[in-house]
Nanobody, 115 residues
């Protein structure tokens, strides 16, 4: 089993920045890809960004390209998401995800961007 705990959500004004952090514990040896997803009210959960274990391959949603940076610290078992130039449409619950043999989710952290 893998446990994921997110932190860093909150309320921010449009144009501002936010850094989300996720710490993994448990059977972390089984994790390959880690990432962040988000789900806005009435919408499906969608990928924001993900990063491979070695950190060599990153993937970003078109909606956040140029505004988001995902990073991973394997020594600390953390994955961070830095988001800049936030927009009201970035408002959502953000979920940390870890994928290996199984798929694991954090409890989610709310990000609200006010206009």
């Amino acid at each position: 089993q893998v446990q994921l705990v997110e932190s860093g959500g909150g309320l921010v004004q449009a144009g501002g920045s936010l850094r989300l952090s996720c710490k993994a514990s448990g059977s972390i040896f089984s994790i390959n890809v880690m990432g962040w997803y988000r789900q806005a009210p009435g919408k499906q959960r969608e990928l924001v960004a993900r990063i491979t274990k070695g950190g060599g391959i990153t993937t970003y949603a078109d909606s956040v390209k140029g505004r988001a940076t995902i990073s991973r610290d394997n020594a600390k078992n953390t994955v961070d998401l830095q988001m800049n130039s936030l927009k009201p449409e970035d408002t959502a619950v953000y979920y940390c995800n870890a994928r290996g043999i199984n798929n694991y989710w954090g409890q989610g952290t709310q990000v609200t961007v006010s206009s």
